[in-house]
Every structure is written in C-alpha cells, then in structure tokens.
C-alpha cells in the first residue's frame, strides 16, 4: 500500500491497466481520414457496442462494466476527441452533433455498418445525435443519465461552481452517490492529470453551450432504447429520464436507488445497469 503513497502516477496507471485486463480490454488506436487520432479500448466478441463517456471524463469509465459486457458483444470504448488519450485537433468542432459525426468516423474506421451505442451524460447526448442523423446504423441506444435536454428541470450542479483544479473529491462526491474507495494519492494524482485539460475543457463547454437541445431532433426516434437514471443524480437532474421517455417511443426507463450521476461507475455490479436489459426486456416493444 506504501506504494500509493510514494508513487501515486505509476500506481494509479498500474490499477488502471490491471482493471483493463481484468475485463478482456485491450488498448488500441486508430488515425481517422481527417487526421484525428482516437485511442480506444476493445474486447470481447458478438455484435459491436459502443460506449461513449461524459464530460471531463475518458474510456475508463466503462472499464467495470464493460466485464459483465464482453461476452455477449464486441465493446468498443473510445476516447472522445478533447478527452483522454484522443488527440485535440486545434481550431475543430467540439460540440455534440460535430462529435457524433467524429464517432461515426471512427466506426467506419473500424468498418463498422451497424452498432449498438451507449452513452453516458455528455456521451449519451451524442449517441441520441448519432441515432437521430442515422436511425438504419444504431440497433439500439443505451443511456446513462444522457445530456442534451435543455427542458430538464434545473440539478444541484446548476446552482454551484466547482474547480476540477482544487475541487476534484468535491465534484466526485457531486457526481456519485456511492463511489468506489480510492485512496487519496490516488484521487489527487487524477485530479491533477484532470486538471492539466482545464482549458480544452473551457472550450468544449462553450461549444456545448451554443447547441441547441436534443429534443427536437430526437422526438419520434423509433432506436430501441434503455433509459437508466441514477435517483440521486445531482449533476443530471433525474426528470430528464421522462422526457427522453415520451420523446422516444421504443423506450424504456430504469431508475436506479442509491445511485448518482454515473451508474456504471457506482453499481457496475448491478444486473440493471447492463445493456442486456434492452434484449431481455423489450420484447413487448418490437426490439
């Protein structure tokens, strides 16, 4: 345990890669026709899901999950441009429909014609995107507290200001109900690589801010979807679970007890969390 405490960089990213291989993924990269570089983890076998992250966040968040996940599907986790190991190309396009379209790139890229998505807050408001501009390529939608309403009610989040650079065990506590123990070097060595994409942050922030909600272009969307709402959500309000709902009509709404805004993160474990949900449970609604 000293370990944490005298090297926290190496011990963090050593968890990490134990984490990946623990859950069959291996890291992979790919150059896209325009020059943007996405690294993505990928295992498993069957049909290919794609999982997208949120906002500030990177592919490891679905790390947990993911294992309850590859042996069913062939799961695809990137790191969204602006984020993580993906490559910033300066002077582009940050929003969520520019976003969409750089993910429907990276999955021609891999030569994939038809997917299941995934995504969660941010992530989720690109894959509903995604869906919206190509109906004929997303089997199915999964989404984890999905950003882009601006109908919801306003959350916690909306009435404070948080730092990521000082205020990094503050937002995590915002953001989870019940997280996962970390130790503390841990924490603060994160929250300091978290820091260092501060300004490119900014910049994606303001170019979500000048889009328009996703309510219009998604209303009628036929996509078979799972929609999964942490009750305690503070940075998502919980109402938004709803109206995805009468937006969407091949939907389903799973609210989830003791669980904040990033469900795969705080109750990985949880049959309810998992994609198969929409295959079990959506025979009454023509998946």
Known sequence: MGC???????????????????????????????????????GGNGEPLMLLHGFSDDKDNFVYVARGLVGSYRVIIPDINGFGESSRPEGANYGAEAQSQRMRAFAAALGLKRLHLGGSSMGGQIALLYAADHPDEVQSLWLLDAGGLRTAPPSD???????????????????MSDPPFIPKPMMDYIGQERAKNEGMEKIIAQHLSHEPGVEERIKGLGTPSLIVWGAQDRMLNPAGAQILHRLLPRSQVIIMPNTGHLPMLEQPEKRIVSHDVVYEDFAGIGV
């Open 4 to 42: 944490v405490y005298l090297a926290p960089g190496p011990t963090t990213r050593f968890f990490i890669n134990v984490e990946r291989m623990r859950s069959g993924l291996e890291r992979k990269e790919v150059t896209l026709s325009d020059g943007a570089r996405v690294v993505y983890l990928e």
């Open 157 to 175: 989040m909306d009435k404070m200001k948080v730092n990521p650079k000082k205020d990094f065990d503050a937002e995590a506590d915002l953001a």
